[in-house]
């Protein structure tokens, strides 16, 4: 099995973990937040990728962890067979410093894959709490509620934590994602205040991630305060899928979200300017190529990633895409991105720039 397959068929299917293994695999794993959660950091064959541990898809997946004595390394197996050994990157220093006022530096930024720097801004959303309005994959309001983050950080606590980060552990990029306020600009505003902060303390390259503001200013704003890379995630694209599975978010039309892509695009650059598409919620393999195709041609850089069924959330059991659907779905997308010369490798910071999450950068 090759290392693309591989790694589609974890991210797919999840990876059974036993305790001892876990308990000696270095960095923890995430569970529930904003995403990715419920999965774990590993390495294979030089590539770091987040694989789901903690998913009820995981616990009856074909793949386990065993722990090899010898080399303090996790052996993924198939059918009892090892395929692959697989590390860990270190915990990270800054995790053991905390702020004047007590508050503990992973619960402002948390390290994402090897070397990304990543932080909710505001750990609340004007949706999450009403049925009729949440997103229904979405588990962002997990770890506020289990004491592991706070509600908001401030602009100086990120810029505190990001010196250390760089510092400390050789932090290369940032990401910032938020929830969405009940304000016009979704955000924006304050993403802008705090890559402001971060700017003055570190130069590093930055991404924001929120929906489309009300008013397409915001992105030269966020451009001025240092931010390089911008995220605004459709995840799904079906009207039917949108109104069932994202409701509220699902009001922002695909006209708008296309509308705030181009000036986007024209404040960032060409493939500077990504979102995430959430594969398995119900889109058509056709339709996600149909999507990617016009993104791209417009500049967007499609970010596919198998959807990842979280815990305590109402689609806990819905079931994660066939690594069969995926890999179709990566070739075509891959072949695409490599006829319009984008690429993941060229952006500047992102999720889509870590590309962790998902095997896309692998078919490019």
Request: contains cysteine; charged residues 15%.
């Amino acid at each position: 099995m090759n290392k693309q397959q591989l790694i589609t068929e974890l991210q797919t299917y999840g990876l059974k973990w036993a305790d001892s293994a876990e308990n000696s695999a270095g960095a923890n794993g995430r569970k529930g937040g904003a995403g990715p959660s419920d999965h774990k950091a590993m390495t294979i064959d030089g590539t770091t990728v987040m694989v789901p541990i903690y998913t009820g898809a995981a616990s009856r997946s074909p793949y386990t962890a065993t722990l090899n004595p010898a080399t303090h390394q996790a052996v993924v197996q198939f059918e009892q067979q090892d395929i692959a050994a697989v590390s860990f990157p270190t915990p990270p220093k800054f995790y053991g410093l905390t702020t004047a006022d007590g508050i503990p530096y992973s619960q402002i930024a948390l390290l994402h894959s090897r070397d990304v720097l990543a932080t909710t801004v505001l750990q609340t959303c004007m949706r999450y709490g009403d049925r009729d309005t949440a997103c229904q994959f979405c588990a962002i309001g997990q770890s506020l509620e289990a004491g592991r983050t706070i509600a908001r950080k401030t602009p100086a606590q990120l810029a505190e934590v990001a010196e250390a980060a760089v510092r400390l552990d050789g932090i290369q990029q940032i990401v910032m994602t938020t929830g969405t306020p009940n304000t016009s600009d979704r955000g924006a505003a304050y993403l802008t205040e705090c890559a402001k902060a971060i700017r003055q303390r570190v130069d590093v390259p930055i991404q924001a991630q929120c929906e489309p503001p009300d008013d397409f200013v915001w992105f030269q704003r966020l451009k001025a305060a240092g931010v390089d890379n911008l995220g605004m995630h459709l995840e799904a694209i079906n009207p039917t899928v949108r109104a069932q599975i994202m409701p509220g978010k699902a009001s922002v039309s695909l006209d708008y979200y296309f509308q705030a892509f181009a000036a986007a695009v024209e404040v960032f650059g060409w493939g500077q300017v990504n979102t995430y598409l959430l594969a398995g919620l119900g889109d058509s393999l056709k339709e996600l190529v149909e999507i990617s195709d016009r993104l791209i041609q417009i500049g967007v850089y499609p970010f596919v990633v198998p959807f990842v069924p979280i815990s305590g959330t109402p689609l806990a059991y819905h079931a994660p895409p066939d690594s069969a659907f995926m890999v179709a779905l990566y070739t075509q997308i891959g072949a695409l991105l490599k006829q319009a010369g984008m690429s993941s490798s060229d952006m500047k910071a992102g999720c889509a720039k870590c590309g962790a999450c998902s095997a896309l950068s692998t078919f490019e």
